[in-house]
């Protein structure tokens, strides 16, 4: 029997998590193409019928509309910056001690656990000794 899970989208659900940012990119973009390309369609076809100053006000304010949004997200995502440095830290100070262990042949390493519990990313142990001191 296969798990329902790994069923509907073995790539993106493989650790039983929602899938991050990255693993949807792809098909976000895709989306907003083809919806960029619906509404580029939909303005044609609404510029040949009605030709007029409202349907132009009203397409000039969707572009402010959106490039506010834009910003908005820019500065949200530029305010996640100081969690995604301090786990980019951790990773390091992590990596620095695998490193060293390998230059020193130890065959077991033990290293902290990285908590991104803050960040969005679920824990893939699972595990409840995992809290990330």
């Known amino acids: 029997m296969v798990d329902r899970q790994l069923q509907f989208s073995p790539s993106v659900m493989f650790y039983g998590a929602p899938p991050d940012p990255r693993g949807k990119s792809l098909a976000r973009f895709v989306m907003l193409a083809g919806l960029a390309g619906i509404a580029w369609l939909l303005g044609r076809e609404l510029n040949s ?3 007029n100053t409202w349907v132009h006000s ?3 304010l969707a572009v402010i509309l ?3 949004y834009t910003a908005r997200t820019v500065t949200r995502v530029y305010a996640e910056l100081p969690a995604y440095r301090l786990r980019a830290e951790l990773w390091d ?3 620095h001690v695998i490193q060293t262990a390998v230059l020193e ?4 390493v ?4 990285i908590d991104m519990k803050g960040l969005g990313v679920q824990d893939i142990m699972k595990s ?3 809290t990330g001191d």
């Open 49 to 51: 019928r009605w030709n």
């Open 58 to 60: 009203i397409a000039i």
């Open 66 to 68: 959106s490039a506010v």
């Open 93 to 95: 100070a992590r990596d």
């Open 105 to 108: 042949q130890q065959k077991r």
């Open 110 to 113: 033990e290293v902290s656990v």
């Open 128 to 130: 409840r000794d995992m």
